[in-house]
């Protein structure tokens, strides 16, 4: 794990330690939490047409504030299962290097599906 990254859940495990907060912290929870925040970070978003930039002060802190709790329960979740946030994220990118190879996925948006279909049709 990075120092970066265990300092940072250090810090948020003593938060919740000061707090006694730890035994609310199932897995369930803290998924259902994931989601929430995910979704308070969506709600910037709402209704605002086509303006989907962030080109506000005032809307980059509430990005900011949302986009820290969603980090806040995934380290935190990390931590509960033994997972080393550095690792599963660096496979993950490792995962996704294959499922979206930059030959065939350059500038395109498409779901990985749609590699893998091309590559059944081929053989
Ligand atoms: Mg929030």
């Given amino acids: 794990m990075s120092d970066s990254i265990k300092e940072l859940t250090e810090k948020i495990l003593a938060f919740r330690n000061a707090r006694n907060w730890k035994q609310f912290h199932n897995p369930k929870d803290l998924a259902i939490s994931i989601s929430l925040e995910a979704a308070e970070?969506?709600?910037?978003?709402?209704?605002?047409?086509?303006?989907?930039?962030?080109?506000?002060?005032?809307?980059?802190?509430?990005?900011?504030?949302?986009?820290?709790?969603?980090?806040?329960?995934?380290?935190?979740?990390?931590?509960?299962?033994?997972?080393?946030?550095?690792?599963?994220?660096?496979?993950?990118?490792?995962?996704?290097?294959?499922k979206y190879p930059v030959e065939k996925a350059y500038g395109k948006a498409d779901k990985y599906t749609a590699y893998t279909e091309d590559e059944e049709k081929s053989e």
């Fill in 41 to 98: 970070l969506l709600e910037i978003f709402q209704w605002s047409g086509a303006d989907v930039a962030v080109d506000t002060d005032k809307k980059l802190e509430k990005v900011r504030e949302e986009l820290a709790d969603v980090l806040i329960y995934a380290f935190l979740m990390g931590n509960d299962l033994g997972l080393d946030i550095s690792e599963i994220v660096s496979s993950k990118i490792d995962a996704n290097n294959k």
